[in-house]
C-alpha cells in the first residue's frame, strides 16, 4: 500500500516549531562586550552622563592639542605649568618663543603673566569633568518602536512563507535594530560637542571619533529565555 504524505501538515508543523523557538528568543541589541570592559564603560558614560573625577591625581588632564590626544602629561618633558583665571583651573603648555612682556592673555584663559599666542596649549587641568547624557540605545528604541514591530512581522513571515528558521528569524530582527541603532547615532545626538574638544577633533557629529564606539553596536540571540 503506498504511503501517502502530507506537505501541508509537515509544513504547519516545522512553522509551529519554528515560531515557538522564536518566541523563547530574546534578542539584546547594544555594545557587545564583556562586562566592566573599557569599551561598556565608554557607553555608559555616554548614554546616561556622567560627572569624572580623578581617581589618584589631583587634576584631570583634559587634552587641547591633537598632539595630547590619548597621551598622557607625563609623555611629554617641556610642560610648563600655567595657572587659569578660573579657580580649580589650570593648564600645562609649550613655550613657542620667548614670551612677549605687557601682553594681555585671551582665549584659554591663563593668568595675565602669559600672552597664549606664545604657547602651544596641551592640556587643561581641571578637577572634575561632565559628560552630557546622550542616549543612543534608549533613544533609538523610542524612536524606531515602528521600525522594530515592522522587523519582527518580517521575521514571522519569512518562517512561515519563506522557510526560514528561528535563527534566520532572530538574525534578521538583530540585524535591523543594529543598523537602525547605528542609524540613530549618525544624527548627532544633541548636545554638540564643545569647542574643548573640537579642538582634538574633526568630527562634528557627537558619539563619533575613532567609529569605535558605532562599530560596537551589534547583536546577540539568547535563546531559551522566553518573554
Given at each position: 500500500?503506498?504511503?501517502?504524505?502530507?506537505?501541508?501538515?509537515?509544513?504547519?508543523?516545522?512553522?509551529?516549531?519554528?515560531?515557538?523557538?522564536?518566541?523563547?528568543?530574546?534578542?539584546?541589541?547594544?555594545?557587545?562586550?564583556?562586562?566592566?570592559?573599557?569599551?561598556?564603560?565608554?557607553?555608559?558614560?555616554?548614554?546616561?552622563?556622567?560627572?569624572?573625577?580623578?581617581?589618584?591625581?589631583?587634576?584631570?588632564?583634559?587634552?587641547?592639542?591633537?598632539?595630547?590626544?590619548?597621551?598622557?602629561?607625563?609623555?611629554?618633558?617641556?610642560?610648563?605649568?600655567?595657572?587659569?583665571?578660573?579657580?580649580?583651573?589650570?593648564?600645562?603648555?609649550?613655550?613657542?618663543?620667548?614670551?612677549?612682556?605687557?601682553?594681555?592673555?585671551?582665549?584659554?584663559?591663563?593668568?595675565?603673566?602669559?600672552?597664549?599666542?606664545?604657547?602651544?596649549?596641551?592640556?587643561?587641568?581641571?578637577?572634575?569633568?561632565?559628560?552630557?547624557?546622550?542616549?543612543?540605545?534608549?533613544?533609538?528604541?523610542?524612536?524606531?518602536k515602528d521600525a522594530i514591530e515592522d522587523f519582527c512581522k518580517e521575521a514571522?513571515?519569512?518562517?512561515?512563507?519563506?522557510?526560514?528558521?528561528?535563527?534566520?528569524?532572530?538574525?534578521?530582527?538583530?540585524?535591523?535594530?543594529?543598523?537602525?541603532?547605528?542609524?540613530?547615532?549618525?544624527?548627532?545626538?544633541?548636545?554638540?560637542?564643545?569647542?574643548?574638544?573640537?579642538?582634538?577633533?574633526?568630527?562634528?557629529?557627537?558619539?563619533?571619533?575613532?567609529?569605535?564606539?558605532?562599530?560596537?553596536?551589534?547583536?546577540?540571540?539568547?535563546w531559551g529565555a522566553g518573554l
Open positions: 500500500m503506498k504511503k501517502l504524505s502530507d506537505p501541508f501538515r509537515e509544513d504547519m508543523a516545522r512553522i509551529k516549531r519554528e515560531l515557538e523557538k522564536l518566541h523563547g528568543c530574546k534578542i539584546h541589541v547594544g555594545i557587545m562586550g564583556d562586562a566592566g570592559s573599557r569599551i561598556l564603560t565608554i557607553a555608559g558614560v555616554h548614554e546616561y552622563g556622567a560627572t569624572i573625577r580623578p581617581s589618584q591625581a589631583k587634576n584631570l588632564a583634559i587634552p587641547l592639542d591633537k598632539e595630547a590626544k590619548g597621551k598622557s602629561p607625563s609623555a611629554f618633558n617641556d610642560l610648563e605649568w600655567i595657572p587659569g583665571h578660573d579657580p580649580g583651573v589650570s593648564f600645562l603648555a609649550r613655550k613657542k618663543r620667548r614670551r612677549a612682556k605687557n601682553k594681555k592673555s585671551e582665549g584659554l584663559s591663563p593668568s595675565s603673566d602669559y600672552n597664549p599666542d606664545d604657547y602651544t596649549w596641551m592640556y587643561m587641568l581641571v578637577k572634575s569633568v561632565t559628560i552630557p547624557e546622550r542616549s543612543f540605545i534608549r533613544g533609538s528604541y523610542d524612536n524606531g514571522v513571515d519569512g518562517i512561515i512563507r519563506k522557510g526560514w528558521t528561528a535563527e534566520m528569524a532572530a538574525e534578521h530582527i538583530g540585524k535591523n535594530a543594529a543598523y537602525m541603532t547605528r542609524q540613530y547615532m549618525n544624527k548627532s545626538i544633541p548636545p554638540p560637542k564643545s569647542d574643548i574638544t573640537m579642538r582634538t577633533t574633526n568630527q562634528y557629529q557627537t558619539l563619533y571619533d575613532t567609529g569605535e564606539l558605532v562599530g560596537s553596536i551589534w547583536f546577540d540571540p539568547e
